[in-house]
């Protein structure tokens, strides 16, 4: 998983539409990758996870809202769609698409297999949610932006988990962004 | 505001009660304060509260849930607790309690005079969100904890604000907890 979040947990925000990807105001959490890419540590960690990435899960929301406003997806990599239609597999500037129709753990073990010895990516908040349930997230890579959006989407909502654990691996500031790396443990916590 | 916050955006777990005053698992977010405070830099970020607190206005749910538990307050400061109840002012271990009835505005302005040249602590998670929708909020220190708590209380929740920008002006990483603090600078953000 990888996610630019604001302080208040949103990825997007509100009214998210084909005009506003990223919602109203969305746009705000993502001006470290501009305003700090040519300095360090805001340009090293923008490359990481393009230099890391081998393969993408991604949904039929982003697929559809997300990426038409650029024609194009940011991980150029195979990119496995979830969703219940029936599509044939399409390309754009960068990347080919698959549509996957039978769950996240399928979409996760075809892109495990097109990633070869690198990362899969998780795209997308309901994505990224259904494969924390179910236990095939390793990593959590969190920019955390300085921003209150007050309403969007959020990216940890209706987890419905037990208790996670993680470690937290990394934290590294700039002015722009907190960048945070966590292993997920699985460990579930006791309640009292 | 001063809170300690899971990465999902919770200060509490789910079902807090007289008994469990943080929620079903809540206690694990506090962990920092007692694994990491014979330690830097949980011991003196543990410390700066307290020594930078020379007020603190609470709500009156945290006055009746999450302090009799202790019998006390952790801030050892005049207390004002904002409710719609006429009650009479009380002593408890360390600190005076005074019940204020007319809005959040009145409590900050007494609590301000009372703290001198010290801070005005906010606790809880309400009175916290009436502060910053009213602009009443100059600092945010958040303790990260590395955990997922899937429920409970969010601290920031039906915000209803307009975005917000902060700026942070401190991330520090300890293995238990990221220290982050924020300036509140109230700059409304463009929708677009």
Redesign the interface.
């Given at each position: 998983m990888a996610f630019t979040m604001s302080?208040?947990?949103f990825i997007a925000?509100p009214n998210v539409s084909k005009a506003?990807p990223l919602g109203?105001?969305g746009?705000?959490l993502h001006e470290w990758l501009f305003k700090g890419s040519a300095e360090e540590p805001d340009a090293s960690m923008g490359r990481e996870m393009f230099d890391r990435g081998g393969a993408t899960v991604l949904g039929k929301r982003t697929y559809d809202v997300g990426l038409p406003h650029w024609n194009d997806t940011p991980y150029p990599t195979p990119s496995f769609v979830l969703t219940h239609e029936g599509r044939e597999p399409q390309a754009m500037k960068s990347a080919s698409f698959v549509f996957v129709n039978d769950g996240i753990e399928s979409a996760v073990t075809q892109a495990r297999e097109a990633a070869g010895d690198k990362d899969v990516i998780l795209m997308g908040a309901s994505v990224s949610k259904q494969a924390?349930k179910a236990g095939l997230v390793d990593e959590?890579f969190?920019q955390?932006s300085?921003?209150?959006?007050?309403?969007g989407t959020?990216?940890?909502d209706d987890?419905?988990?037990?208790?996670?654990?993680?470690?937290?691996t990394?934290?590294?500031?700039s002015?722009y962004?907190?960048h945070?790396r966590?292993s997920v443990t699985n460990r579930r916590?006791?309640?009292?």
């Amino acid at each position: 998983m990888a996610f630019t979040m604001s302080l208040d947990g949103f990825i997007a925000g509100p009214n998210v539409s084909k005009a506003y990807p990223l919602g109203e105001g969305g746009q705000h959490l993502h001006e470290w990758l501009f305003k700090g890419s040519a300095e360090e540590p805001d340009a090293s960690m923008g490359r990481e996870m393009f230099d890391r990435g081998g393969a993408t899960v991604l949904g039929k929301r982003t697929y559809d809202v997300g990426l038409p406003h650029w024609n194009d997806t940011p991980y150029p990599t195979p990119s496995f769609v979830l969703t219940h239609e029936g599509r044939e597999p399409q390309a754009m500037k960068s990347a080919s698409f698959v549509f996957v129709n039978d769950g996240i753990e399928s979409a996760v073990t075809q892109a495990r297999e097109a990633a070869g010895d690198k990362d899969v990516i998780l795209m997308g908040a309901s994505v990224s949610k259904q494969a924390l349930k179910a236990g095939l997230v390793d990593e959590i890579f969190i920019q955390l932006s300085p921003l209150l959006l007050g309403g969007g989407t959020r990216l940890f909502d209706d987890l419905d988990v037990h208790r996670i654990r993680l470690d937290c691996t990394r934290a590294v500031a700039s002015p722009y962004v907190t960048h945070l790396r966590y292993s997920v443990t699985n460990r579930r916590l006791t309640a009292a």
